[in-house]
């Protein structure tokens, strides 16, 4: 069980005793303090695939899984910033789940074996240059072409048609998507904000994203950010204004 002298804990702290602990119970405890400080990291990759059919529960399920595989992969002495090299496991274990479970076309087996190498390539090459990788990067340390990994790379997101009976929310006696078509939405409005949103969310700096999706993903205060990110609440507030009104001029323009 955690303590509140656990959760006071850095993560540089915490990766230390998950490293070194010869307890295992503190091992346990420092897994969980990070499980929990990141869970809204699991959230901001669940929301992002919700709608297709598949139950919430599930994919939170999936996505905890990935965060897990995270925390237990990351090498804090590389001086990578752990949302940077958890983001993308988390997501990939979520796009695993629907290209495993519903995929409707078979990959060709090179595309396959090269997906595999990719994602161990996006992990070593994370830790060593402190950002994810480029195609072109990837195709560098691979030795192969910079197309062939796109064409990988695209594959992860062509999941299999939704079924029109599929129940459009996670109540016992929801709507089917079917119900759905003969009534205006009132809410596409929204998603088409929100989808155009996301491109321009993933442009920014490391820093700027996650200063974003922690305070509206995570639903971190300020002073929360502030202390996560070793910088005073006063750059918090500036970084997140500037920030928010580039946002909101780039999806306007």
């Known amino acids: 069980m955690t303590t509140s002298t656990d959760m006071q804990c ?19 405890r420092a897994r969980e303090v990070m499980v929990e400080r990141y869970s809204w990291l699991v959230r901001w990759a669940v929301n992002r695939y919700t709608g297709r059919g598949e139950q919430t529960e599930e994919l939170d399920q999936v996505g905890y899984l990935g965060l897990m595989e995270a925390i237990q992969r990351f090498d804090a002495g590389r ?8 983001r993308p496991t ?24 090269l997906k595999m190498q990719i994602k161990e390539a996006s992990e070593q090459l994370c830790q060593e240059r402190g950002h994810q990788p480029s195609a072109a990067e990837l195709a560098a340390h691979l030795e192969t072409s910079e197309r062939a990994v796109e064409e990988a790379l695209a594959t992860d997101d062509t999941f299999s048609p939704l079924s029109l ?9 929801a709507a089917t998507y079917l119900d759905t078509l003969s009534d205006d939405d009132q809410d596409l409005e929204s998603v088409v904000d929100t989808e155009s949103l996301w491109p321009l969310v993933e442009r920014l700096p490391e820093r700027e994203q996650e200063m974003v999706l922690l305070r509206f993903y995570g639903n971190k205060t300020q002073s929360d950010i502030a202390d996560q990110l070793g910088i005073s609440q006063m750059h918090v507030s500036r970084l997140l204004n500037q920030t928010l009104r580039s946002l909101r001029e780039e999806l306007v323009a």
């Open 10 to 28: 850095t993560d540089a702290e915490l990766f230390g005793q998950l490293a070194s602990a010869a307890d295992e119970g503190a091992k346990e």
């Open 165 to 173: 009976d599929a129940p459009v929310s996670d109540e016992e006696e």
């Open 79 to 86: 001086g990578v910033d752990f949302v940077t090299f958890a």
């Open 90 to 113: 988390v997501l990939g274990e979520i796009r695993r789940h629907f290209r495993d479970s519903r995929r409707w076309v078979r990959l060709p087996r090179r595309i396959q074996e």
